[in-house]
């Protein structure tokens, strides 16, 4: 039989020995000794502390010779304290002294948790950053040659003026560093080396408004598309249409991206556009509507083809 029960934190050789006497409520074990009952007692009243010693002793050989309970003997300290507690030190070898405790509210604990989220976050996206660059750096600089070895033949006056230029003529230490601080204090990502007169800001200014205006499209589309898919295959669950949407999302992401758009021009452009001419060239010439639809679209099918290889 085990009891849980707790120790003392007294130096008294008692040690709860009056526990285990007939006559105490706390002894739960039907146990009963009478000598046991009288060592206790006696030993209550002792004056002497050899005398007290030897009698506890004497009920203690009794207790574990009779063995009424198992004693299980651990000595830990345990603290569960929530995160919202500051001020709050475990104590050392059971020792509690008086401790100034400051409790958050549930806002404020999220409100923490949520920026040091964001700045562990912001800080690895700065280590990441800072690795790519130093890679590329190294990476870049191992290469033979330069940027402008190639097969027509600069002259050297010509070849150190664009060395200058693209500080290529300075030492790889301070080529790192000077373009490092380029980018991180004046966002400055140099001269653009397969546009001439063109910096790299100006290339990504030129084409940032096309790009955000295509991105946004797309993320609209895929949104609206997207839900009203779910929507529909969450109502409509194991139907015709719930297999068609889960067929279809399925084959969307199995195709590459390049076959989509190859196939969104042949839609777009070719087919939808020659059957819009057909029907112009039926409205304004009626005697020209018996012909094929490749014949049709032949001009259109240059006109566009054209367009593709200007662009």
Known sequence: MARKAWVGDYPDPNTFLDMWVTDNPQSNTNWSNAEYDRLITQASTEQDPANRMAMLRNAETLLATELPVIPIYFY???????????????????????????????????MRDATGYLLKRSLWMILTLWA??????????????????????????????????????????????DYLVGVTTRFDLGWSTRLEDYSVNQVIAEGYPVSATLAIFALVFAIILGVTAGVISAVYRRTTADVALMFAAVLGIAIPNFVLASLAILLFVFIITCEQLMRKDCRSAPSSCGMSCPARCCRSSRIWGRRLREF
């Open 132 to 177: 790519v660059y130093t890679v590329s750096f190294v990476l870049m600089r191992s290469v033979p040659g330069n940027p402008f070895a190639g097969d027509r033949n600069i002259p050297p006056s010509i070849e150190r003026q664009l060395k200058a230029r693209y500080n290529l003529d300075a030492p790889p230490i301070k080529q790192y560093w």
């Open 76 to 110: 830990t300290s345990s603290e569960l304290a929530k995160s919202n507690i500051d001020g709050f030190a475990p104590p050392a070898q059971d020792l509690h002294p008086l401790q100034v405790l400051r409790f958050r509210s549930d806002s404020e604990c999220s």
